[in-house]
């Protein structure tokens, strides 16, 4: 039977994986599909006119963050960086929330339980131990 802070280890390290896997589909959209992109700046953020150079850009920045957060590299700041960044896309995507039952928008309320798991990962960052590169911080 696996002790107390091993299992903690384990939930951390699935809960890295998982929304690592959630963000580098974000991120390798920007790189794919720039256009999409493009309109989900202006569409959500109010940023019309993003251009596919800047958006890919991006994309590039995210996707290495994104790997650093996954390889628990620099953790506060990697899992800060994450935890910012998706909090921001949940909270600019509240009109959706108010309503659920149109379109997609019931998908949207998956945001919540992620945001929890960037929020526990970061205030858990010392105890995420397993498959990390370097020391916590």
Sequence with gaps: MSSPARKLEISLLALRVSVAAVL???????LVRPEHSSSVFAGFYGVAGVGEGIVIALGVAQ???VLAFLAGIARTCTYGAVLLMH???TFVSWRQYLAPYE???ILF???WPMLAACLALFLLRDQ???W??????
């Design 24 to 30: 580098l589909v974000w991120a390798v959209d920007k």
């Design 63 to 65: 996707l290495l963050l």
């Design 87 to 89: 909090g921001a896309t």
């Design 103 to 105: 379109g997609p928008n």
């Design 109 to 111: 309320f998956a945001a």
């Design 128 to 130: 995420d131990r397993l």
């Design 132 to 137: 990390v590169i370097g020391k916590p911080g």
